[in-house]
């Protein structure tokens, strides 16, 4: 996910989840809070959320306060791949399955949602049998029934109009790539995907070529959601998403603020899953940061939309005198840089790189082991499984550059004085400048001269998602981090490293790895139902991975979560990479 979370093998789903578990912070305190504490009394404690609720509370009523410095690559359920947007997307959105809501590693346990079940499976792992609950509608009061399930679906297909989501559903159902998606559908109700079925309005039924022990997992992201097709606006549908889920929209303006409001029409009795606390939602984005991290402190705003931590102006304030207003989760996520081959197309050159970098500077300049996280040496995460934190192919976790070995890579890839390159990275991010400044002083060091280029953060899609640009630009090197779409070797890796995987927009295989060895043993593991086998395999291609030198992973991510003293059920949860989950939240009034 992009910035996104998600789950695990379906088989043996219970050893897997086990194996996601996030690290757990000793809580301390408890309580409750008023609307003038300002962010000071009441709070429930530092780490009073990780992987429990704080402040539990059934109170309706008020206006929950996001503030963010990012917005949405999309707010379109079949476009969206930030992780943020994927657990906002619960209030306007729902699957046939979803996650259950609770606290921790219990997140990740997947139950129906518009489904009566959690579907019926062949022996053969092939076909999805789903039946969909009576009373689940549209904001219009309309039924939501199977052909929109469907539909919402089949826009994943449309990458030439709706690009930049997870292709999961599209690699699993059409790996031929057969279908055209709904734009370019001939057939009368638009609805041509072979790979899904529709005998009646309350039955879908998905029928795989190929086995995936994944496919539930898949099927509870955002881009299995319906969408209607007469409310379909294409390309602008992220404007005014149409709601299936407790909440609609009344106003947004991109950069700005935006406003959901309750969707009288939703049936709480269907959904045993969103609370749908507060009356409002509100979103207010800014650019500056720093600016945002003090009015949440103020208490002008419950939480940061994006959840990226507070930056280092304000985390000392924080620790020091609101600390229990903050919680301190494990993220799932893994912060790196990529190396685009078709700019420094030379491994040795790209090994230079990874030599030169001194990690610990890395570490220190994302905020050190409490605010940053631990150093990661190589692509996967701890909670996946085929992982090995230990795996150090180019000695990061010494905490130091190798200058030796960066100079001889040099040698090697015929540039002994270094060479020049650029370092995209987002401009709304202090966190990722202050990284690639870091990297930037480093290759300094062995001659290697980077420049920085910060670009729009908002237009991540266009701008690094596209190869063309990329290309164009020089990117050599690109600050950007991961969480698990769901924790599996497939969740994880595969948007990064399969080259089927690449697009022309909305891209995240950043470096355009196409690897014939790396694509088949994703074929071999997609198909594998025992999770330990799945992992060796995986394990595998983290290896090669490493060996193709286009991935220098900086830490494994840990965050400064603010939470304003106004909000109850706040807790982490595994299912979203350790952000709270929003669809559980109140607000004292």
Known sequence: MTLNSSSRRRIAAGALLAAATMVVTTACGGGSGDDGDKGKTGAAGFNAAVNKVANPSDKKGGELKFIGSQEADSWDPQRGYYGFVWDFARYYTRQLVTFKAEPGAASTELVPDLATDAGKVSPDGLTYTFTLKDGVTWEDGKPITSKDIKYGIERIWAQDVISGGPIYLQQVLDPKGEYKGPYKDTSADKLGLKAIETPDDKTIIFKLPVANGDFLQMLAMPAASPVRQDKDTKAKYGLKPFSSGPYKWQEYTPNKSMLLVRNDKWDAKTDTVRKALPDKISVAFTTNADDMDNRLIEGEYDLDLNATGVGAAARA??????????????????????????????????????????????????????????????????????????????????????????????????????????????????????????????????????????????????IIGSPKVVKEKGYGIIIMGWGADFPSGQGFLQPLVDGRFILQSGNNNFSELNDPAVNGLFDQALKETDPEKAGELYKQINTKVSEAAVYLPFTHEKNIIWRSSRLTNVYTADAYNGRYDYASLGVMK
């Open 317 to 462: 304030k924080v620790l020091q005198q609101h600390k229990e207003n903050a919680d301190n989760p494990q993220t799932g996520f893994i912060r790196y840089a990529v190396f685009p081959q078709t700019v420094i197309d030379n491994v040795e050159c790209r090994k230079a790189i990874i030599y030169a970098a001194d990690s610990k500077s890395l570490q220190t300049a994302r905020g050190g082991p409490q605010a940053g996280g631990d150093i990661a040496a190589n692509m996967l995460p701890p909670a996946i499984k085929g992982a090995d934190p230990k795996a150090d192919p180019y000695g990061k976790l010494a905490g130091k550059a190798d200058v030796a070995k960066a100079k001889e890579a040099l040698q090697k890839c015929g540039k002994p004085n270094g060479f020049k390159t650029t370092i995209a990275v987002r401009n709304n991010k202090p966190i990722e400048i202050a990284t690639a400044e870091s990297l930037q002083q480093s290759l300094k060091a062995v001659g290697i001269d980077a420049q920085i280029d910060q670009f729009d953060g908002a237009q991540t899609s266009g």
